[in-house]
C-alpha cells in the first residue's frame, strides 16, 4: 500500500444537525466499474469529466415500464420524450424499443425525423409552434397537441388553404390535487377553457380531433393525482362524443413519474420513498378501466415518461482538482464537473461514489465545481471518505436533464460515452473544443485586429 497522505488535523465545532434514522454512517461503496468496465479505463480514453450512459439499464428501464402498463391495459404506447435527453444514440435505442418520439420544438422535431420516426408517430407538443413547422407536422400526419386559443386558431387559418385535416389533440391542466398546480400549459379542465376549445375544434370543420392529452407535473410522488386526471379526461372524452359526436381514440397522460434520485433536503433517500412506475400504472390503467368506456372503445393509452426512464442509466464521471479548509473548518473537495453540466444538482442530492478504495475515516463536506462562479456547488454537505487530488468518483442517476440543458459556461461540454450491452464503449458525443463553440461568432472588420 502506498503511504498515506498527511491530513492536518482540525478542531472542528460539532455540528449537531439531523442525522437520519441510520444514524450519520455512510453507505458509501466504491464503484469501480459500470456494466464490467472500469471507470479508471473510461477516464483514461475519454478524459475527465466524462458522461456515460448505459444501453443495458435504458432496455431494461423500457422493458419494466412498458410492462408495467401493457399487462394491465391492452393498449399501451409509449413516445420518447427528447427534452429530457436527445443525443440520438439514446433516441435510437427508445425507437428500437418501440418508442415513439414526443418532441416539444421544431428544432427536435426535425431531430426525430431525422433519427427515421415516422411522422404519424411523432406528438409534437409545446407552446411555440410556427406556420413552418405545423405545416410540416401536418404534411406528416404527426400528432399535433394544442397548447393555447391562439395557436388553435392559427392552425385553423392555416388549413383555410389546405385540403388536409390535420389529427389534433388538447392539452388540459387540472386540480390534480397536487400543488401548486401546472395551469400554464394547454387549457384549464375547470373553468371550462378546455370544452370550450374542443368546441370550437370540432365546430371550425377543419381539423380532427383525436385525442385528449396532459402532462400534470414533473418527479410527482402521487399515483393518485394520475387517476384524477384520467377521470377528468375521461369525462371530456364522454362529453366529445354525445355532444360533439366526435370519438377521442388516446388519452395521453403525458410523463412526470420521478426516478430515483433524492430531492433536496429530503428526510430518507428517494428510493425508499417514491412510488413504483407499477403504483403509477396501476392508478393509471384502473382509472380508465373503471372508467365507463366501453370494452372495444377502451382509448389507447399514451404515456411520455421522460426522466423516470433514463436518469438511472446515465453516469457522470470525474476527478478531484483539489481540497481545501473553509474558513469555518469545513472540508471542501473541488472537482473537475461544475453545475454548467449538472443542471440537475440545483433539485437533486446525487448519489456520489468514489471510484477507488478509501480508508473509511469520513468527514461531511462541501463539493464544488471547477467553475469561478460562487453557485458552483455540486453537493452542499455530503458524508465523503477523504479523496485526495486526482481521485475519481461517479455521480449516479444524471441521464435525464443534464444532457440537455448543460451549457458551455467557462467550461465545454464532455465527451458522452455508451457502453452497449456486450461492454464495448462508444463514443456518442464528442467533447467541444474553441473550434465548436467559435464556429457561429463573426468578426467586424474594424474589430479583427488589435495591437496591444
Ligand atoms: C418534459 C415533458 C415530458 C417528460 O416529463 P418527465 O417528467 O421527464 O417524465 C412529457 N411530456 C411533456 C409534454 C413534457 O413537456
Known amino acids: 500500500m502506498s503511504k ?41 480514453e475519454y478524459g475527465s469529466p466524462v458522461f456515460v450512459m448505459s444501453e443495458r439499464t435504458i432496455r431494461k428501464t423500457y422493458k419494466e415500464a412498458v410492462r408495467a402498463f401493457k399487462t394491465r391495459y391492452p393498449k399501451v404506447q409509449f413516445a420518447w420524450s427528447y427534452k429530457t435527453n436527445y443525443i440520438n444514440a439514446v ?24 433519427n427515421g420516426v415516422p411522422g404519424n408517430k411523432i406528438i409534437f407538443n409545446g407552446p411555440e409552434k410556427t406556420n413552418e413547422e405545423l405545416l410540416l407536422a401536418i404534411k406528416n400526419d404527426s400528432l399535433i397537441h394544442i397548447d393555447h386559443f391562439d395557436e388553435l386558431y392559427q392552425l385553423i387559418e392555416i388549413c383555410e388553404h389546405l385540403d388536409k385535416k390535420p389529427r389534433v389533440a388538447i392539452r388540459v391542466n387540472m386540480d390534480t ?55 377528468k379526461l375521461s369525462d371530456l372524452a364522454f362529453k366529445c362524443k354525445s355532444q360533439l359526436n366526435a370519438s377521442i381514440q388516446y388519452l395521453d397522460l403525458g410523463g412526470g413519474f420521478p426516478s430515483a434520485n433524492t430531492l433536496r433536503g429530503a428526510y430518507l433517500p428517494a428510493s425508499d420513498t417514491n412510488p413504483s412506475i ?11 378501466l373503471n372508467a365507463g368506456f366501453k370494452t372495444d372503445e377502451l382509448p389507447l393509452l399514451i404515456l411520455e415518461t421522460g426522466r423516470a426512464l433514463v436518469d438511472e442509466a446515465g453516469y457522470l464521471l470525474g476527478s478531484v482538482l483539489a481540497n481545501k479548509r473553509l474558513s469555518d473548518g469545513r472540508r471542501a473537495t473541488i472537482m473537475d464537473f461544475g453545475v454548467n453540466i449538472l443542471f440537475t444538482s440545483f433539485w437533486y442530492e446525487h448519489k456520489i461514489s468514489p471510484a477507488q478504495d478509501f480508508t473509511h475515516h469520513t468527514e461531511d463536506m462541501v463539493l464544488y465545481g471547477p467553475l469561478c ?57 464528442k467533447a467541444e473544443d474553441l473550434k465548436y463553440i467559435e464556429q457561429l461568432e463573426e468578426m467586424p472588420k474594424h474589430l479583427s485586429s488589435i495591437s496591444l
Not at 434514522?21 to 459500470?34: A, C, L, M, N
Not at 414526443?102 to 431525422?114: H, I, P, R
Not at 374542443?198 to 407535473?217: E, F, N, P, R, W
Not at 407499477?278 to 380508465?288: G, H, L, P, V
Request: charged share 20%; aromatic share 10%; hydrophobic share 40%.
Open 4 to 44: 498515506l497522505r498527511y491530513e492536518r488535523p482540525v478542531i472542528q465545532k460539532m455540528n449537531a444537525g439531523l442525522m437520519n434514522k441510520f444514524g450519520t454512517r455512510t453507505e458509501y461503496e466504491p464503484v469501480k466499474q459500470i456494466d464490467g468496465v472500469s471507470v479508471a479505463s473510461i477516464i483514461k
Open 91 to 114: 433516441c435510437n435505442i427508445f425507437h428500437q424499443e418501440g418508442s415513439w418520439a414526443e418532441v416539444v420544438s421544431g428544432f427536435e422535431y426535425n431531430k426525430a425525423l431525422g
Open 177 to 231: 390535487g397536487v400543488y401548486p398546480m401546472w395551469d400554464r400549459f394547454g387549457f384549464n379542465y375547470e373553468n371550462g377553457s378546455a370544452w370550450n376549445a374542443l368546441t370550437k375544434i370540432v365546430a371550425s370543420g377543419k381539423l380532427q380531433l383525436t385525442g385528449l392529452h396532459c402532462h400534470i407535473g414533473t418527479y410527482m410522488l402521487s399515483s393518485d393525482a394520475y387517476a384524477v386526471a384520467v377521470n
Open 278 to 288: 407499477d403504483d403509477f400504472a396501476e392508478a393509471i390503467t384502473n382509472a380508465i
Open 373 to 429: 462562479m460562487n453557485i458552483d456547488m455540486v453537493r452542499e454537505s455530503v458524508n465523503l471518505p477523504l479523496l485526495n487530488r486526482g481521485d475519481q468518483v461517479v455521480v449516479h442517476r444524471v441521464g435525464a436533464y443534464n444532457m440537455t440543458q448543460w451549457m458551455q459556461f467557462i467550461q465545454m461540454r464532455p465527451n458522452v460515452v455508451m457502453i452497449d450491452e456486450s461492454g464495448n464503449t462508444h463514443l456518442i458525443r
